[in-house]
């Protein structure tokens, strides 16, 4: 409630009812890992499951979506991921696809030839259509360094320029 009390001694006070949205502000474009708690003596039998989520902000729809992860070429089992598209053949093929990769800088995910629209763009109704993830796990090599691990993933819309997210 808002009370509007006026400078002159004989106008009444007025009471307004204002409502108000509070929304935390957020990157939507991010990576998480597990939240488990690990040491470098009892690592070796654990593996992390990271996530990375990502948002097409732009006015109008990606076609293909790369997430390159800083990582070292571990063991990957990628656990699920959306747009929900099958892994690419061996083969290029015109259909929508995942495709994975191994890099020198870590992993590199493409979504190729996928509809991805726009938040900002016209007509579009649902806002988690412009939203995806790649869920992926990572097991533990036996001689682990002693340094702390982090990771960090570039995502690119089409030819756009890089977007970094935070590092977990």
């Known amino acids: 409630q808002a009370v509007f009390a006026p400078k002159q001694p004989s106008a009444q006070p007025e009471v307004f009812t204002l409502e108000m949205e509070i929304v935390n502000s957020h990157d939507p474009n991010r990576i998480s890992v597990s939240d488990r708690r690990a040491n470098f003596r009892g690592f070796k039998r654990k593996d992390l499951g990271y996530k990375i989520q990502f948002q097409n902000n732009g006015e109008g729809p990606a076609r293909t979506v790369q997430l390159s992860v800083s990582l070292k070429k571990e063991a990957l089992t990628v656990e699920s991921w959306y747009p929900e598209?099958?892994?690419?053949?061996?083969?290029?093929?015109?259909?929508?696809?995942?495709?994975t990769a191994f890099a020198e800088e870590g992993l590199v995910f493409t979504f190729r030839n996928i509809?991805?629209?726009?938040?900002?763009?016209?007509?579009?109704?649902?806002?988690?259509s412009t939203k995806g993830f790649v869920k992926y796990r990572i097991a533990s090599s036996r001689n682990v360094a002693k340094k702390a691990l982090s990771s960090r993933a570039d995502i690119v819309f089409d030819q756009n320029p890089p977007i970094r997210t935070n590092r977990s």
């Open 85 to 99: 598209c099958p892994i690419c053949p061996e083969t290029p093929t015109r259909r929508s696809c995942l495709d």
């Open 115 to 128: 509809y991805l629209p726009g938040s900002r763009q016209k007509n579009v109704a649902d806002y988690d």
